[in-house]
């Protein structure tokens, strides 16, 4: 490991005698990174954010958390759960910088206002934000762009940059050659690039050829440990008999549930599960597929949640957890899923549930939007209770890759190659 990253003993650490009279290493400082996204609502990159503030080696790094807009959801749920050693920074720190987007996080923004709002944007919000972001910038060593919304500020300022993309580039991308053009001249202005695995990094190499500096993967981390807490947790069951659960966003653009309420009807019909289906998460969508339930006769059995702050204690409640996704970049809730144990079905999708799930040996993977393979595989794990076991066994192993100390070398060792360039 570079001498960068050798760290200051923990002061509040433990102590003997023996340590008074051995000579100790010189004290190093920690290296102060910048983690940036531009606002928090319900999605997964956020989780997976929280995430990272929570699992990051306190020994190498110290870590700051900017957000550009202060949205509701941020203040009414994820604030609370950045840690409090991590310092927060709100870009648009002025209630007059934000006036456009709070009418958006309403609801109440015309065509002729998202008009307004990109005119203001451009004249007012992103030079004060430029200034905000140099100023951070002499403070910390690397900026974490967490979702790239920095992208057209990246590589200035004389600090190290990297960009974490989060979807998988060809199900974004594709015959999109324009935007393909616009985001290669962007992400070349990073000093590395991070995929989330090995088939997304696989796509970029594809997409953007020699344009990127440098090209990570970096999965997300999961604190294991955490999780199986939150699973523990007290809460009512959501319904009256055994079931199964989906941890998704309500976005059928992605996240495909009208395959899995196909399915998933199939199975009731042929009456060979008790199981109900629970289905956690709130979206656009939500309307449309409790009605999609209702008219396949199974309204009675499936269960509409909406979000939850910890999905996790009904996770740790079910028989499985199923994704029935498009495409991914790498899903939280399967990494989670498997840190709780639980048996996992899972879309072959591009891209994360194949690499998560190790081409099928940690859980099972079906064709995309195919109603008939994905009834095939709840109705396989949820009659052979066998199977169960075996899948619960291997989760438990699987997890471990994702968990905090590999997470931190992963790092540890992205921020090196960086900051090695950054100081010859």
């Not at 003997?16 to 102060?32: F, K, L, T, Y």
């Not at 954010?49 to 929570?54: G, N, P």
């Not at 005119?119 to 951070?136: D, G, I, S, W």
């Not at 960086?418 to 100081?423: F, H, I, S």
Request: aromatic share 8%.
């Amino acid at each position: 490991m570079p001498t960068a990253f050798s760290t200051r003993p923990n002061p509040s650490g433990p102590r003997n005698s023996s340590a008074v009279s051995q000579p100790r290493e010189p004290a190093r400082e920690r290296i102060p990174v910048l983690f940036h996204i531009v606002d928090f609502g319900d999605g997964g990159i956020e989780s997976s954010l929280i995430q990272w503030l929570r699992v990051f080696d306190r020994e190498r790094f110290v870590v700051t958390l900017s957000v550009m807009h202060p949205s509701p959801a941020f203040h009414d749920r994820f604030r609370a759960l950045v840690p409090q050693d991590v310092g927060i920074e709100i870009l648009a720190d002025k209630p007059w910088l934000n006036y456009f987007q709070s009418r958006r996080y309403a609801r109440r923004l015309s065509k002729l206002g998202r008009v307004g709002r990109d005119v203001f944007n451009t004249l007012a919000v992103r030079p004060y934000v430029k200034r905000r972001v140099a100023e951070l910038a002499r403070k910390h060593a690397l900026i974490v762009d967490y979702d790239m919304s920095l992208r057209r500020l990246a590589g200035r300022f004389g600090t190290a940059w990297l960009g974490v993309n989060h979807f998988s580039f060809d199900a974004r991308l594709a015959n999109r050659n324009r935007k393909k053009r616009r985001l290669s001249a962007q992400f070349a202005r990073y000093d590395g690039v991070a995929a989330l695995n090995e088939h997304m990094a696989e796509e970029a190499r594809k997409m953007f050829g020699g344009a990127l500096k440098r090209l990570f993967v970096l999965p997300n981390a999961i604190d294991i440990e955490r999780i199986r807490d939150n699973g523990a947790a007290k809460e009512a069951p959501p319904c009256d008999a055994p079931y199964i659960i989906s941890v998704a966003r309500l976005d059928e653009i992605q996240k495909d549930h009208r395959t899995l309420l196909r399915a998933y009807a199939d199975l009731v019909r042929g009456a060979e599960i008790e199981e109900h289906l629970v289905i956690v998460g709130d979206g656009a969508f939500r309307g449309e597929l409790e009605a999609l339930a209702k008219d396949f006769g199974i309204a009675e059995r499936v269960h509409f949640t909406g979000y939850r702050n910890n999905p996790h204690a009904l996770v740790a409640g079910a028989r499985l957890q199923v994704l029935s996704s498009r495409y991914e970049g790498m899903p939280m809730v399967l990494l989670e899923a498997l840190a709780l144990g639980k048996p996992v079905v899972a879309s072959d999708c591009p891209t994360g549930p194949r690499e998560i799930l190790g081409d099928g040996r940690f859980g099972i993977l079906f064709p995309v939007g195919s109603v008939e393979q994905l009834a095939d595989a709840l109705r396989r794990v949820l009659t052979d209770e066998s199977l169960r076991t075996r899948m619960k066994e291997r989760a438990l192993e699987r997890a471990q890759e994702y968990g905090i100390a590999a997470s931190n070398e992963r790092f540890a060792r992205c921020a090196a190659a960086l900051l090695a360039v950054e100081n010859p």
